[in-house]
């Protein structure tokens, strides 16, 4: 897998995700992924979201 440079449009839209969720958003409406740092679709195939209790964001214990 290719080292990609950070993508300033996805680092941006990660913060507008995490300002948009600390304001009430549901997780499963974010476009990107905080766990991989990426689009969300880029990852959705990950058998960490293919779970149905998974979410984008992994829950506090
Ligand atoms: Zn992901």
Same mark, same amino acid.
């Given at each position: #897998?290719p080292?990609? &440079? !950070? +993508? @300033?449009?996805?680092?941006a %839209?990660i %913060? $507008?995700?995490?300002? $948009?969720e600390?304001g009430?958003m *549901? @997780?499963? +409406?974010?476009v !990107? =992924?905080?766990t *991989? /740092?990426?689009?969300a /679709?880029? =990852?959705?195939?990950?058998p #960490? *979201? !293919?779970? &149905? @209790? %998974?979410r *984008? $964001? &992994?829950?506090? %214990?």
């Amino acid at each position: #897998m290719p080292d990609k &440079p !950070t +993508d @300033s449009k996805l680092a941006a %839209a990660i %913060a $507008r995700d995490d300002a $948009r969720e600390a304001g009430g958003m *549901h @997780s499963d +409406d974010r476009v !990107t =992924c905080w766990t *991989h /740092e990426c689009w969300a /679709e880029d =990852c959705a195939d990950d058998p #960490m *979201h !293919t779970r &149905p @209790s %998974a979410r *984008h $964001r &992994p829950r506090r %214990a």
